[in-house]
Nanobody, 113 residues
Framework: QVQLEESGGGLVQAGGSLRLSCTVS??????????MGWFRQAPGKQRELVAT???????IYADSVKGRFTISRDNTKRTVYLQMNSLKPEDTAVYYC?????WGQGTLVTVSS
């Protein structure tokens, strides 16, 4: 069964940076040909899309993170990254990695003002 392992969350001051990682195991060789995504869910809110990346590296971002976040992938490591810069308190949420049909356990990002 496919497993996703996320890391990189934590507490950071506004204006700071964090890098999230999500490594996919037991996906076989198809990791390199499927899209990956990062979503987030803030307390009391619905889960929302943050960014997605295709197998070719084309990325789409939520308007709220454009210019601040960068999604990337390393197919040799079966890992997708989310570089988050200029963090704001409103970025505080649990961040989830998505592989088609599967979710990671989530990693908490807390941005203090």
């Amino acid at each position: 069964q496919v497993q996703l392992e996320e890391s990189g969350g934590g507490l950071v001051q506004a204006g700071g940076s964090l890098r999230l990682s999500c490594t996919v195991s037991r996906s076989g060789s198809i990791f390199s040909i499927v899209p990956m995504g990062w979503f987030r869910q803030a307390p009391g809110k619905q889960r929302e899309l943050v960014a997605t990346i295709t197998d070719r590296g084309d990325a789409i971002y939520a308007d709220s993170v454009k210019g601040r976040f960068t999604i990337s992938r390393d197919n040799t490591k079966r890992t997708v990254y989310l570089q988050m810069n200029s963090l704001k308190p409103e970025d505080t949420a649990v961040y989830y990695c998505n592989y088609p049909g599967h979710w990671g356990q989530g990693t908490l990002v807390t941005v203090s003002s």
